[in-house]
């Protein structure tokens, strides 16, 4: 558990470079309920993957916009033995290795990737970029206009293919 009454959640790289692409850690670093942790396989592939997003990983993490991976030593063990688990199923290092983070320490996990979630995120508590999202409108953090126009951008220039929904106006009950 944070100290600022927040819980801790791991997230994956398909829901941080979301953020990274367009230089909004700070949302991330504003929602109401997480603290995201970023674990070192999905630092690593960040560093491998997203060469111009490590900038502005590093700053976030300087600013305490992310947490860095300090695992537990009671935690580390069963974190190790879920990961090699995992090792038949084919998904990246860095989702088995949020996966696996997320299983040890019961936390939530961030993550978009469909197919990594469905071979081995089942009786994990998930968030992905939308729900985040809507979590920050309902909060008042930003506006749906805003959050709109960042959908846009994900949508013509980066991976996010949730076009479920037109609007995030469309999810806010």
Same mark, same amino acid.
């Given at each position: 558990?944070?100290?600022? %009454?927040?819980?801790?959640?791991?997230? @994956?790289?398909?829901?941080?470079?979301?953020?990274?692409?367009?230089?909004?850690?700070?949302?991330?670093?504003?929602?109401?309920?997480?603290?995201?942790?970023?674990?070192? &396989? #999905?630092?690593?592939?960040?560093?491998?993957?997203?060469?111009?997003?490590?900038?502005?990983?590093?700053?976030?993490? &300087?600013?305490?916009?992310?947490?860095?991976?300090?695992? &537990?030593?009671?935690?580390?063990?069963?974190?190790?033995?879920?990961?090699?688990?995992?090792?038949?199923?084919?998904? %990246?290092?860095?989702?088995?290795?949020?996966?696996?983070?997320?299983?040890?320490?019961?936390?939530?996990?961030?993550?978009?990737?469909?197919?990594?979630?469905?071979?081995?995120?089942?009786?994990?508590?998930? #968030? @992905?970029? #939308?729900?985040?999202? #809507?979590?920050?409108?309902?909060?008042?953090?930003?506006?749906?206009?805003?959050?709109?126009?960042?959908?846009?951008?994900?949508?013509?220039?980066?991976?996010?293919?949730?076009?479920?929904?037109?609007?995030?106006?469309?999810?806010?009950?």
């Amino acid at each position: 558990m944070a100290t600022d %009454g927040r819980s801790d959640a791991v997230i @994956d790289s398909s829901t941080l470079v979301n953020f990274l692409k367009i230089n909004r850690v700070d949302l991330l670093a504003s929602h109401p309920d997480y603290r995201f942790i970023v674990v070192d &396989a #999905v630092r690593a592939e960040i560093r491998k993957h997203y060469s111009a997003q490590v900038t502005r990983l590093e700053a976030a993490f &300087a600013a305490g916009q992310l947490l860095t991976d300090q695992p &537990a030593a009671d935690t580390s063990m069963d974190e190790l033995t879920a990961f090699a688990a995992m090792e038949s199923i084919k998904i %990246g290092t860095g989702e088995r290795a949020a996966i696996a983070a997320a299983r040890a320490r019961g936390l939530p996990l961030a993550m978009d990737d469909e197919r990594a979630w469905k071979r081995a995120g089942a009786g994990l508590a998930r #968030v @992905d970029t #939308v729900s985040v999202m #809507v979590v920050l409108i309902k909060a008042g953090i930003i506006d749906v206009a805003a959050a709109d126009v960042i959908k846009t951008e994900w949508e013509a220039h980066h991976k996010f293919i949730k076009r479920h929904f037109s609007s995030f106006a469309d999810l806010i009950a």
